[in-house]
């Protein structure tokens, strides 16, 4: 009997597994510490698919951001940037408002007014993410010490109290997530990380502080990951790619754990 209810169960979560699907968008232009990030992320991310029974596509084109392709997809994920056209932006608030899934990255929640990506989508910089504009951010790429705020997060219940993270650049925002309500901040950087960055300006190292990396929305299947800015070797001008983020097992447990509750749990709602 031990064996039978082992088995309906292993099917149910497999079967649970094999029913969602991931889209990532990306843009993949500017900045070689993106492009390296994209590329990597798209070859992880369709290793983890055939890995644990999922299925991970991409596309480059955001017109596909619309009500028709969405309904294709369990978890949506912004790679690398985020979409700007009045229509796709509310064709992913209609996805998120419908219980769809949602993971972004890094440059994903940038926005700097004025600049080529300025604050002018109130819904997903203020309410969805909460985290506002762009503040300033550490340089150059270099590993930080992670805290885990919440360790019954599904995305976050397997990882150790603190772990070391991929170099990378971290961001700060204009506003203080620990006053809004609705997020749920999961890790944030541990204060023996401190001096972050190496400059070479003075701005450009933190020295104290409290500095969200990775959060999700209350309200949404949600999870923000700050991650994703690879180390390129810009002085020499070689180009060379220095580092890698997913080059970090328990860093990949966090993405990867918070992919399967993303993905698992919008699969449910929509059968």
């Not at 989508?121 to 885990?148: C, K, Q």
């Not at 299947?221 to 001008?237: A, L, T």
Request: charged share 20%; glycine share 6%.
């Amino acid at each position: 009997m031990k064996i039978v209810l082992y088995l309906l169960c292993f099917f149910y979560v497999t079967s649970v597994h094999a029913q969602f699907k991931v889209i990532g968008f990306y843009t993949g232009k500017n900045d070689r510490a993106h492009v390296s990030y994209v590329h990597e992320a798209n070859r992880w991310f369709a290793e983890m698919a055939v890995k644990h029974g999922f299925r991970y596509d991409s596309t480059n084109n955001w017109s596909n951001m619309n009500d028709t392709f969405l309904a294709q997809y369990q978890v949506v994920l912004f790679l690398d940037t985020r979409p700007d056209d009045p229509a796709q932006r509310e064709a992913f608030k209609k996805y998120m408002d419908n219980g769809g899934g949602w993971m972004g990255f890094h440059f994903a929640a940038f926005a700097l007014t004025p600049s080529a990506y300025p604050q002018n989508w109130d819904w997903y910089h203020n309410e969805f993410l909460g985290s506002g504009s762009y503040g300033s951010n550490t340089w150059r790429p270099t590993s930080a010490i992670l805290r885990v705020e919440d360790a019954k997060h599904p995305s976050t219940k397997n990882l150790p109290v603190t772990f070391k993270a991929s170099p990378n650049e971290w961001y700060r925002w204009s506003n203080d997530l620990r006053k809004n309500p609705s997020i749920k901040i999961l890790l944030s950087i541990d204060s023996t990380s401190f001096p972050l960055g190496t400059g070479p300006k003075a701005y450009e190292i933190w020295h104290s502080g409290y500095y969200p990396v990775v959060w999700t929305n209350k309200h949404y299947k949600m999870i923000y990951v700050n991650m994703g800015h690879n180390d390129i070797d810009y002085e020499n001008k070689t180009n060379k790619e220095l580092s890698f983020t997913f080059d970090n097992a328990v860093q990949n447990k966090l993405i990867l754990d918070g992919l399967l509750w993303l993905g698992q749990a919008s699969a449910l709602r929509s059968e």
